[in-house]
């Protein structure tokens, strides 16, 4: 197989991705409404074979109906965030430190917003292939952030982890979370794959770390 494609469709820090192998593509995440129509555009030729959420929270998901229908390509998720799809607040967030209260704030404001309704056509797991919606990928459970936050693993390059770590400022584990004992341990978790580039839902990618 040849070395698959990653494509960073970015909205200032907040990222979506498009991802290429040799069968089909699957695009990682689905950002908010006002970018509804740069997404299409970057995946109305590329076989979107498979939209994935890496967890439930609206930037990550608000446009994710209106993607499946235009793209004609099921939504995948975990399980456990698929409450949040009718109310963001289901699973209150905690910071601890400055940036983490900064972020909250905000996120407080368009945590309000509406998602279309939606039943997702897949439900993932820690360890779940990729590979029947054409790229050699691997679904990676990382909660913390949220409870169903999940990372794909690509091949042995590229980590997508949604909100699991975020770059806004600096990259570091996320200052936001539901759990923050199990998001010490994603974060952990993530430290563990060696030589592989890390995207962020928020920020440039980076070379993995130890992340503590």
Known sequence: MSKMKVKRIQFGIDNC?????????????????????KIFNECKDRNIRLIVLTHGHVDHMQNAAALSKSLGAPIAMHR?????????????????????????????????????????????????????????????GLPGHTQGSLGILLGDSDLFVGDALMNIV?????????????????AAKISAFKGITVHF????????????
């Open 17 to 37: 991705f498009l991802v290429e192998g040799d069968n089909g593509a699957i695009l990682i995440d689905t950002s908010r409404t006002r970018n509804r129509d």
């Open 80 to 140: 456990a965030d698929f409450r949040l799809i009718k109310n963001n607040m289901e699973e209150p967030l905690i910071a601890h430190t400055l940036l983490g209260k900064i972020i909250l704030a905000s996120t407080m404001k368009f945590g309000l917003e509406e998602i279309e309704p939606f039943e997702p056509d897949i439900y993932l797991s820690d360890g779940d292939s990729l590979e029947p919606y054409g790229v050699k990928a691997t679904v990676i």
């Open 170 to 186: 600096a990259p570091v584990k996320s200052p936001i979370y539901g759990d923050r004992a199990n998001m010490t341990k994603s």
């Open 201 to 212: 839902g928020h920020g440039k990618p980076v070379a993995n770390r130890k992340w503590t």
